[in-house]
């Protein structure tokens, strides 16, 4: 019979031959960092990539098109744009993989992209206002009109006309007392100047222009919902929609003449405290279950929102949308039919490349040398050279003449 050992070695060798027969081999790695694959103009220090779960709540192996974010998180520490639109093609011919703590309900499958058909750009967790270009109607110039702020889970999609274009503002600018303003009136803020796109049912303005100030422009709010947020919190006992729901998100109408304009902050530490001296900017005010949401309207993939507890959506992030076509099973077919849906966001895919360390090491495992009483494995080159010890999966207790580790 085998020993413990033995079994173990055998059964490790009908893994590696299983996925060297499927074009894999245990020299490759999974990344999470799709930036690492290819030059990439975004500035982001860790790209994120994950299955655009608004789009595409299940993911089968017949599909020949999939719904793809690729995003920054912000950490909070810039306004300065980390994504851009001009990386929309990055992921073509990238194999790509559901991240492993994903996989217990499909069998391994891989996706590979062959082309991009949609591309646009949205934000999620950040906080907007209306910003006043001129004085009249009882605000001056630079105040937020009605002194109101949203928070805005996950805003419209839109294309920017500039691809570089800044769409944050720094929100230490705005000073909180009788009204919420910029500190310097002739401060000048940037917004969105593109067309909204992509939106889809919660959205009818597809294709028509913001931040342009022409005819025939978008009537507008950032996003399909949305809470008040003050210092004291982010006021999610009253959830707020736009004129395809309820109706009870302020909406601008984006045409010729209008000296108005939605302008985004992205959230940081640190933020100034309103003008009751709270700064507790995005935690939630009240306590949230997912029967509840879904009763008030809310989106299925929204998660429970717990009274004083930061918003999942934390400092924002930046998103790029896109749809690619290409297969599932390049390497390793599959079936598979489980739902995508584990969180806010869908399941996220990373990379496969080789690993640095085999390319390094060059290690070939054509030659392994197990010493079966023995406490050492041996891992040796082509050319016999010795490259690791390792010790052996089932020890053996201390005897004369074997060495320890």
Known sequence: SLTPLQICELNNLHHDNNLDAHGYD???AEDADVSEFGTWASTSPFVYCWIDTDKQRFARNTQTSLYLTIADKSSGQTEDRQITAMDFQKLRGVVIVPEEATRADFTYC????????????????????????????????????????????????FVTDDNS??????????????????????????WIKGELYDNGPLCDQDRKKIGHNTAAGATWSP????????????????????????????????????????????????MNPDAN??????QWRATRNQDQLRAAGAPVTWTTQT????????FGTERLNIEMGGTWGANMPATFDESCIVNTY???????????????????????????????????RRDG??????????????SPGLPQL
């Open 110 to 157: 891989d996706w590979v992209g062959t082309s991009t058909n949609t591309v646009s750009e949205s934000v999620d967790g950040c906080i907007w206002g209306i910003y006043c270009q001129t004085t009249g109607g009882g605000h001056n110039k630079g105040d937020i009109l009605t002194n109101t702020l949203y928070y805005i889970p996950q805003s419209h999609r």
């Open 277 to 282: 001296g709270h700064a507790d900017w995005l």
């Open 26 to 28: 245990r020299r490759h």
């Open 346 to 380: 869908g399941v996220q895919m990373e990379g496969v490349k080789l690993r640095q360390e085999a390319v390094a090491l060059k290690e070939d495992y054509q030659l392994k040398v197990l010493y079966e009483y023995g406490n050492c494995q041996y891992n040796f």
């Open 165 to 190: 274009a800044q769409i944050f503002n720094n929100f230490n600018l705005l000073t909180f007392d009788a009204k919420v303003r910029f500190t310097d009136p002739d401060h000048v803020p940037v």
């Open 223 to 270: 996003g399909p919902f949305g809470y008040q947020i003050t210092g004291a919190g982010i006021a999610n006992d009253a959830l707020l929609f736009n004129s395809v729901g309820a109706g009870t998100l302020p909406e601008l109408a984006d045409i010729a003449g209008s000296q108005r304009k939605w302008i985004c902050f992205g959230p940081m530490p640190g």
């Open 385 to 398: 050279a010795p490259t690791r010890v390792l010790p052996n999966v089932v020890p053996v207790g201390p």
């Open 307 to 314: 009274a004083a507890h930061v918003t999942q959506w934390n």
